[in-house]
């Protein structure tokens, strides 16, 4: 657009709004209110990272299959703290189940399964050394079940347990195992259901490494409880139910949470809102006070905060309009816009100070203003948009959503402040005592001489700042991205904390990666999987398919074909009393070398024996008789059952989907019937996390790697970490290309000149490399939430060096070099506003929010340091060039063109744009 134009087209529109404030304010109210209605109704947040990605990737597609597959996917966990085998954390686990269970924001709740729930062929499915048990188990079994009355399986069950002295769980076994012989004794019912494989055992869902600690209540949400808010809500009442049970119970101090990952990104996406807000509600308190101490009064920084929030309030209108939600990212656009949309109220009230008093009224006064600093404050604009407008081009949809909403919202602000600022103003009736006149007009120094040793000695700073470059690049080598977006979340929420609990116990946790297979493909890929460096262990349908499978079901053959010789004894109770003797008397005598309290439960074992022989000695011949038949037509009714049992147990066929408990199975078992293999990794030397970024990338490439050929790809939280920080990496690095190409046409098409455009862009650039290089020297990583800086910065740092070209152009021998004329004052305020705005992020929990603030405020600050130092050095060292180039044809002195008035700078003001 040709210069004069624009200056027309800006002076004409602030007199328009200055001497028009009425109309423009109830224009402005009206596209607020209309804005306040859309957001109001229409702003949802959402909390699935799946979302964040671009919806058409390969791996994301089938994640998001995979979640609609197998729904228990999306379940929550309440996680309990206790001893291995406390049997009182196991009820409280089950209560809470059945809690939960009547909410009807719950579709399922279960803390584990009865063993008589799963299939003859579920021992074998177990670890080695809970299967060599079970082996021993069934042959017992054997025994027993060729043993032909009571009183023989009596010898069999005692020679057991003689030869399990050292097993601590043997006492509790031989409780049960006397129980029906002491009953019979006494005369009184038996009952053999210890010895039937559908007595109840219930196994709790526990931690399965480490110090088996913790139990798990798996919890399937309805499907109304999804987004936010729902998702939000039922977490709150979730919660609530959970310590009203635990305050209940016997165990009131148990340690418990909630996690998962959808309670995880629902905390996130909450704490996020949550730091957002504060750091929002902070940074207009702390820029009212800049402005508060800058322009000496209240009045000034109310105004300019009103019209600013006219234009945040259209800005969540064109939020519902483009986009129609926030995420993770977008959720910090607000903080973004509030430092940005300020520095149009900041340059506008700089650049009147200094006119105020050769104007009398507003509307005039507000034109020269637009057409001294309009064009700085619109091309700063513009480019600071297209930005983010340049990330919208990416294929990472969550910073996509990001760079709409705060393209569109920048140039609301724009409008909205320097449309509204100068209509408040003129409302007052007063803006002249409001906004107080500084001395020194439009060619007023700034800094009053203390950078005039940059304007003195160009060359010397610019090579100081060369060699601060090199030193910045230098540290800046270190700087590595950290995938791991558990170092991203504020250690204190609890979804956060009890996964970190239980990467701790039990180094599989929910970032196994998922493989989804027919039937039929399973067992070939358990093994391929299973060989894959990194991996440990093949869980879920894996587990039907043990590496060892081969050797286990050679074990169980051999037992199966194994001769047994039938055990004999006396059928009748005075047999059976023999037997209780000698088994007293073998309980007195192992108490003699056992612990104090091993030898008290042996002794009072003794003396109930003792007593029941006794009671037995004292029944008459016929209730002995009775009293034996009873017995013993009980344990022939459980041994065919066992009989029936075991010959399924040790059936020549390999444990299928049904041996699994339906608690286990049902999660795995996908709705058109394929089934869920989970890969877990191998657990780290040094603890790190899979995620780390060391171990990430080996261990998908290393899955990858096993199941290529086989037409199936491996999914799951690991796997959406990494593909989604790779293409984050290339779509950040792709934007900040976008970007400083948009920036750099945008510049070119406003100063019709490169030397002025790449001058433009000297102090970002500075910034940039400072950001980089402080980040290393400080050990901050990039990360999911700060790669973000790369667009950005150069969005936001642009409109200074912006500003101070415009500045020397229009007065090329100002002091320092583009900085006079209140361009310094306002670029001075216009960053601090926006560190401020940024700033405020350091006070979040959310440690990826918080290193966005960090990042920001230092490639910021280092921006205007450059502002104040490099680009006023490269400023006047070219004027000093183009000066002497101009003087020398002319006979003139370097002295003449310096000092020379603004008519004579007019004059040479067409050979001096040819040669710079």
Same mark, same amino acid.
């Given at each position: 657009?040709?210069?004069?134009?624009?200056?027309?087209?800006?002076?004409?529109?602030?007199?328009?709004?200055?001497?028009?404030?009425?109309?423009?304010?109830?224009?402005?109210?009206?596209?607020a209110?209309?804005?306040?209605v859309?957001?109001?109704?229409g702003?949802?947040?959402?909390?699935?990272?799946?979302?964040?990605?671009?919806?058409q990737?390969?791996?994301?597609?089938?994640?998001?299959?995979y979640?609609?597959?197998?729904?228990?996917?999306?379940?929550?966990?309440?996680?309990?703290?206790?001893?291995?085998?406390?049997?009182?954390?196991?009820d409280?686990?089950?209560?809470?189940?059945?809690?939960?269970?009547?909410?009807s924001?719950?579709?399922g709740?279960?803390?584990?399964?009865?063993?008589? $729930?799963?299939?003859?062929?579920f021992?074998?499915?177990?670890?080695?050394?809970?299967?060599?048990?079970?082996l021993?188990?069934?042959?017992?079994?054997?025994?027993?079940?060729?043993?032909?009355?009571?009183?023989?399986?009596?010898?069999v069950?005692l020679?057991d347990?003689?030869?399990?002295?050292?097993?601590?769980?043997?006492l509790?076994?031989?409780?049960?195992?006397?129980?029906?012989?002491?009953?019979?004794?006494?005369?009184?019912?038996?009952?053999?259901?210890?010895?039937?494989?559908?007595?109840?055992?219930?196994?709790?869902?526990?931690?399965?490494?480490?110090?088996?600690?913790?139990?798990?209540?798996?919890?399937?949400l309805?499907?109304?409880?999804?987004?936010?808010?729902?998702?939000?809500?039922?977490?709150? %009442?979730?919660?609530?139910?959970?310590?009203?049970?635990?305050? %209940?119970?016997?165990?009131?101090?148990?340690?418990?949470?909630?996690?998962?990952?959808?309670?995880?990104?629902?905390?996130?996406?909450?704490?996020?809102?949550?730091?957002?807000?504060?750091?929002?509600?902070?940074?207009?308190?702390?820029?009212?006070?800049?402005?508060?101490?800058?322009?000496?009064?209240?009045?000034?920084p109310?105004?300019?905060?009103?019209?600013?929030?006219?234009?945040?309030?259209?800005?969540?209108?064109w939020?519902?309009?483009?986009?129609?939600?926030?995420?993770?990212?977008?959720?910090?656009? $607000?903080?973004i816009l509030?430092?940005?949309?300020?520095?149009?109220?900041?340059?506008?009230?700089?650049?009147?100070?200094?006119?105020?008093?050769?104007?009398?009224?507003?509307?005039?006064?507000?034109?020269?203003?637009?057409?001294?600093?309009?064009?700085g404050?619109?091309?700063g604009?513009?480019?600071?948009?297209a930005a983010?407008?340049a990330?919208?081009?990416?294929?990472?949809?969550?910073?996509?959503?990001?760079?709409?909403?705060?393209?569109?919202?920048?140039?609301?602000?724009?409008?909205a402040?320097?449309?509204?600022?100068?209509?408040?103003?003129?409302?007052?009736?007063?803006?002249?005592?409001?906004?107080?006149?500084?001395?020194g007009?439009?060619?007023?120094?700034?800094?009053?001489g203390?950078?005039d040793?940059?304007?003195?000695y160009?060359?010397?700073t610019?090579?100081?700042?060369?060699?601060?470059?090199?030193?910045?690049?230098?540290?800046?080598?270190s700087?590595?991205?950290?995938?791991?977006?558990?170092?991203?979340?504020?250690?204190?929420?609890?979804?956060?904390?009890?996964?970190?609990?239980?990467?701790?116990?039990?180094?599989? $946790?929910?970032?196994?990666?998922?493989?989804?297979?027919s039937p039929?493909?399973?067992?070939?890929?358990?093994?391929?999987?299973?060989?894959?460096?990194?991996?440990?262990?093949? !869980?879920?349908?894996?587990?039907?398919?043990?590496?060892?499978?081969?050797?286990?079901?050679?074990?169980?053959?051999?037992?199966?074909?194994?001769?047994?010789?039938?055990?004999?004894?006396?059928?009748?109770?005075?047999?059976?009393?023999?037997?209780?003797?000698?088994a %007293?008397?073998?309980?007195?005598?192992?108490?003699r070398?056992?612990?104090?309290?091993?030898?008290?439960?042996?002794?009072?074992?003794?003396?109930?024996?003792?007593?029941?022989?006794?009671a037995?000695?004292?029944?008459?011949?016929?209730?002995?008789?009775?009293?034996?038949?009873r017995?013993?037509?009980?344990?022939?009714?459980?041994?065919?059952?066992?009989?029936?049992?075991?010959?399924?147990?040790?059936?020549?066929?390999?444990?299928?989907?049904?041996?699994?408990?339906?608690?286990?199975?049902?999660?795995?078992?996908?709705?058109d019937?394929?089934?869920?293999?989970?890969?877990y990794?191998?657990a780290?030397?040094q603890?790190? $996390?899979?995620?780390?970024?060391?171990?990430? !990338?080996?261990?998908?490439?290393?899955?990858r790697?096993?199941?290529?050929g086989?037409?199936?790809?491996?999914?799951?939280?690991?796997?959406?970490?990494?593909?989604?920080?790779?293409?984050?990496?290339?779509?950040?690095?792709?934007?900040?290309?976008?970007?400083?190409?948009?920036?750099?046409v945008?510049?070119?098409?406003?100063?019709? %000149?490169?030397?002025?455009?790449?001058?433009?862009?000297?102090?970002?650039?500075?910034?940039f490399?400072?950001?980089?290089g402080?980040m290393?020297?400080?050990?901050v990583?990039?990360n999911?939430?700060?790669?973000?800086?790369?667009?950005i910065?150069?969005?936001?740092?642009?409109?200074?060096?912006?500003?101070?070209?415009?500045?020397?152009?229009?007065?090329?021998?100002?002091?320092?070099?583009?900085?006079?004329?209140?361009?310094?004052?306002?670029?001075?305020?216009?960053?601090?506003?926006?560190?401020?705005?940024?700033g405020?992020?350091?006070?979040?929990?959310?440690?990826?929010?918080?290193?966005?603030?960090?990042?920001?405020?230092?490639?910021?600050?280092?921006?205007?340091?450059?502002?104040?130092?490099?680009?006023?050095?490269?400023?006047?060292?070219?004027?000093?060039?183009v000066?002497?180039?101009?003087?020398?044809?002319?006979?003139?002195?370097?002295?003449?063109?310096?000092?020379?008035?603004?008519?004579?700078?007019?004059?040479?003001?067409?050979?001096?744009?040819?040669?710079?």
């Amino acid at each position: 657009m040709h210069e004069r134009i624009r200056d027309i087209l800006l002076g004409r529109w602030g007199h328009f709004v200055a001497s028009h404030p009425k109309l423009t304010l109830s224009l402005c109210a009206l596209l607020a209110a209309g804005s306040v209605v859309l957001t109001v109704t229409g702003l949802e947040f959402r909390a699935d990272r799946s979302e964040l990605i671009d919806p058409q990737a390969t791996w994301n597609k089938q994640y998001v299959q995979y979640k609609e597959n197998f729904p228990h996917a999306n379940d929550v966990y309440v996680v309990l703290d206790g001893e291995r085998d406390d049997a009182a954390i196991d009820d409280l686990a089950r209560t809470i189940a059945r809690g939960l269970r009547a909410d009807s924001r719950v579709a399922g709740a279960d803390a584990g399964f009865d063993l008589a $729930s799963a299939g003859a062929k579920f021992f074998a499915l177990a670890g080695r050394e809970q299967f060599d048990r079970a082996l021993d188990e069934l042959a017992t079994a054997r025994r027993i079940v060729a043993a032909p009355n009571a009183n023989a399986a009596l010898g069999v069950l005692l020679a057991d347990l003689s030869r399990q002295q050292g097993d601590p769980s043997a006492l509790d076994r031989l409780d049960q195992f006397l129980a029906p012989y002491l009953a019979a004794a006494h005369d009184t019912p038996t009952d053999f259901d210890f010895l039937v494989p559908t007595h109840s055992n219930w196994q709790p869902l526990a931690s399965s490494d480490g110090a088996g600690r913790l139990r798990f209540v798996r919890v399937r949400l309805d499907e109304h409880s999804t987004g936010v808010n729902g998702l939000g809500s039922t977490l709150t %009442r979730l919660r609530q139910s959970v310590a009203s049970i635990v305050a %209940r119970s016997p165990q009131p101090r148990t340690d418990w949470g909630i996690t998962g990952i959808p309670a995880i990104e629902s905390d996130e996406t909450t704490q996020a809102i949550e730091d957002t807000t504060i750091a929002s509600v902070l940074a207009i308190a702390l820029i009212t006070l800049v402005m508060f101490v800058a322009f000496r009064g209240l009045t000034v920084p109310l105004l300019a905060a009103g019209a600013l929030l006219i234009g945040m309030t259209w800005s969540f209108g064109w939020l519902i309009i483009s986009v129609g939600h926030l995420q993770l990212l977008s959720v910090v656009f $607000s903080v973004i816009l509030l430092g940005l949309g300020i520095d149009f109220a900041l340059l506008f009230v700089s650049r009147l100070e200094l006119v105020q008093d050769e104007h009398t009224d507003l509307a005039s006064a507000t034109a020269r203003v637009f057409r001294g600093m309009g064009p700085g404050m619109v091309t700063g604009a513009v480019t600071t948009a297209a930005a983010f407008a340049a990330v919208a081009l990416t294929s990472f949809r969550g910073m996509a959503e990001m760079g709409i909403i705060a393209a569109g919202g920048i140039l609301l602000c724009l409008i909205a402040v320097l449309s509204a600022f100068p209509a408040l103003l003129a409302l007052t009736g007063r803006w002249k005592r409001i906004i107080r006149h500084r001395p020194g007009g439009e060619t007023a120094h700034f800094a009053r001489g203390r950078l005039d040793l940059v304007d003195r000695y160009p060359l010397a700073t610019l090579l100081l700042a060369g060699a601060v470059v090199i030193g910045l690049v230098w540290t800046a080598r270190s700087v590595s991205y950290d995938p791991n977006v558990l170092n991203l979340q504020s250690a204190n929420v609890e979804s956060v904390k009890w996964e970190m609990r239980i990467a701790d116990e039990d180094a599989r $946790s929910v970032w196994s990666a998922v493989v989804v297979a027919s039937p039929e493909q399973a067992p070939q890929l358990a093994d391929r999987l299973r060989q894959a460096p990194g991996v440990s262990d093949i !869980g879920a349908m894996g587990m039907l398919f043990r590496p060892d499978r081969a050797e286990r079901r050679q074990l169980i053959a051999e037992l199966r074909t194994k001769t047994i010789d039938q055990p004999r004894a006396e059928g009748s109770l005075t047999g059976v009393l023999g037997q209780l003797t000698l088994a %007293r008397a073998g309980l007195l005598l192992r108490a003699r070398s056992v612990p104090a309290d091993v030898k008290a439960r042996l002794t009072a074992t003794a003396r109930r024996v003792a007593e029941s022989v006794n009671a037995a000695q004292q029944l008459t011949a016929t209730a002995q008789s009775q009293a034996w038949g009873r017995l013993n037509d009980d344990f022939l009714h459980a041994r065919d059952q066992l009989a029936d049992w075991l010959d399924a147990a040790l059936a020549d066929r390999a444990p299928g989907a049904w041996d699994l408990p339906a608690v286990l199975r049902d999660p795995w078992v996908g709705e058109d019937g394929s089934w869920l293999l989970l890969v877990y990794p191998d657990a780290d030397e040094q603890q790190r $996390s899979i995620l780390a970024p060391e171990r990430l !990338g080996p261990f998908v490439e290393s899955m990858r790697a096993a199941l290529a050929g086989t037409g199936v790809e491996v999914i799951g939280p690991p796997v959406q970490i990494y593909e989604s920080s790779e293409l984050i990496k290339k779509a950040y690095i792709l934007a900040a290309c976008y970007a400083i190409g948009a920036i750099l046409v945008l510049l070119l098409l406003d100063f019709r %000149r490169l030397a002025d455009a790449l001058c433009a862009m000297m102090p970002v650039a500075f910034g940039f490399v400072g950001a980089f290089g402080l980040m290393g020297l400080f050990g901050v990583p990039l990360n999911f939430a700060n790669m973000i800086i790369l667009p950005i910065i150069f969005g936001i740092g642009v409109n200074a060096g912006v500003h101070m070209v415009h500045r020397w152009r229009a007065e090329p021998f100002g002091r320092p070099a583009g900085l006079s004329g209140a361009t310094g004052r306002g670029i001075t305020l216009t960053m601090l506003t926006t560190m401020i705005g940024f700033g405020c992020l350091l006070l979040a929990q959310h440690r990826g929010i918080r290193s966005l603030g960090f990042v920001m405020v230092i490639g910021l600050g280092v921006t205007l340091l450059a502002c104040y130092t490099v680009l006023p050095a490269a400023l006047r060292w070219r004027t000093r060039a183009v000066a002497q180039a101009v003087a020398e044809p002319r006979g003139q002195t370097l002295r003449a063109a310096r000092l020379g008035t603004n008519r004579h700078w007019q004059q040479t003001s067409t050979s001096w744009r040819k040669s710079a």
